[in-house]
């Protein structure tokens, strides 16, 4: 048996305006708290949720606050944390598992989403994030509809705000973020696909927005294209405006073939082989280091929200950040030495 400790990170504090672009590229790649602390989940902004003793190899529960609102699922765990180990040391994986619901997005599953976000944040060697779903024929099924109609108007107003703050979480994660689209992924399920940075489908997978057709519209950023301050990565942005308003109008499923044509996926692979192929990717990611793929994610999501001149700012503070690091003496090293380097995040 092996204990794995969970933690959730503290209410941040207001906004605040950023004095200097070194500021921003801080913020926004996550280094400055990785520099200053030598351990993992360190700092008085952290505290432990839980310890969970589990099986050697399982996955780890985030659901540190009970069951949800009940049904065939009530007591399941809905969401998991899972540390490879191995050639995929580095890569932490996100399940989603309700099949009673084909992961339907309700208080549980989005709690413990949330959690999990909130383990991979705050773990300075984690290198790249998989999410995947282990129902068979879906990846998300999108919101609760069932759960959604015993809520009062401002009790479902909240409910999808948590939702977009949560994606929000999701696609602002430090590390490189690997959407695993096996089956369907409709709705909210689509959208937290295009929060992930990259995302990998099956031939036989299919990506929807039927919002329109129940009466709503996208709920948790599907319907833009990002503004300051935050990373590219939703609907109008991948696609064009045309093309995203067309997927939304219509509420269409896009196949995996042209979900690749379309961009909205970067790999289209054979069914049974998804899951490997997005092994495959993250495998080669975690090569790098940790510091450095937080950077350049950052880089080039800051990147995209400024115009060039004020771009080449943003990266080369995020470049100067480095220097100082054991990583970069690391590769040197390793290079002069003409071996594999060992990165350790610091």
């Known amino acids: 048996m092996q204990t794995i400790l969970l933690y959730r990170a503290a209410a941040a504090p207001g906004g605040m305006p950023l004095a200097a672009l070194a500021s921003v590229a801080l913020r926004a790649s996550g280094l400055a708290g990785a520099v200053a602390n030598s351990h993992n989940f360190a700092g008085p902004w952290a505290r432990r949720l839980s310890t969970i003793p589990v099986d050697s190899g399982a996955a780890s529960s985030v659901a540190a606050n009970g069951a949800g609102a009940g049904g065939a699922d009530a007591g399941q765990l809905h969401v998991s944390v899972e540390p490879l180990s191995g050639p995929h040391e580095g890569v932490s994986v996100i399940s989603l598992s309700r099949p009673a619901a084909r992961n339907a997005i309700g208080r549980q599953l989005l709690r413990e989403l949330a959690e999990a976000l909130d383990v991979v944040r705050q773990e300075r060697t984690t290198r790249c994030v998989l999410v995947r779903s282990t129902v068979p024929g879906v990846f998300c099924s999108g919101a609760d509809l069932k759960e959604r109609a015993t809520m009062t108007q401002s009790e479902a107003s909240e409910f999808v705000s948590r939702i977009r703050r949560t994606f929000t979480e999701l696609q602002d994660l430090p590390m490189p973020t690997v959407a695993v689209v096996e089956g369907l992924a409709l709705g909210g399920g689509a959208e937290l696909a295009l929060a992930c940075d990259m995302r990998i489908m099956g031939q036989g997978a299919a990506m929807a927005f039927p919002e329109a057709q129940l009466g709503i519209i996208p709920g948790a950023g599907g319907t833009q294209a990002g503004h300051a301050g935050r990373s590219s990565g939703r609907l109008p942005r991948i696609v064009g405006a045309s093309r995203a308003k067309e997927l939304i109008f219509t509420g269409r499923r896009v196949p995996g073939t042209e979900a690749g044509e ?82 350790t995040g610091e």
């Open 262 to 343: 379309l961009k909205l996926a970067d790999y289209v692979v054979p069914d049974d082989q998804v899951y490997e192929r997005a092994l495959s990717l993250a495998e080669q990611i975690v090569r790098s280091a940790p510091l450095s793929l937080r950077q350049a994610k950052a880089a080039v999501n800051k990147g995209l929200e400024v115009d060039l001149h004020s771009g080449l700012a943003v990266e080369e503070a995020l470049y100067a950040q480095l220097l100082p690091s054991r990583d970069r003496l690391e590769g040197l090293k390793a290079f002069a030495e003409k071996r594999k380097p060992v990165y």
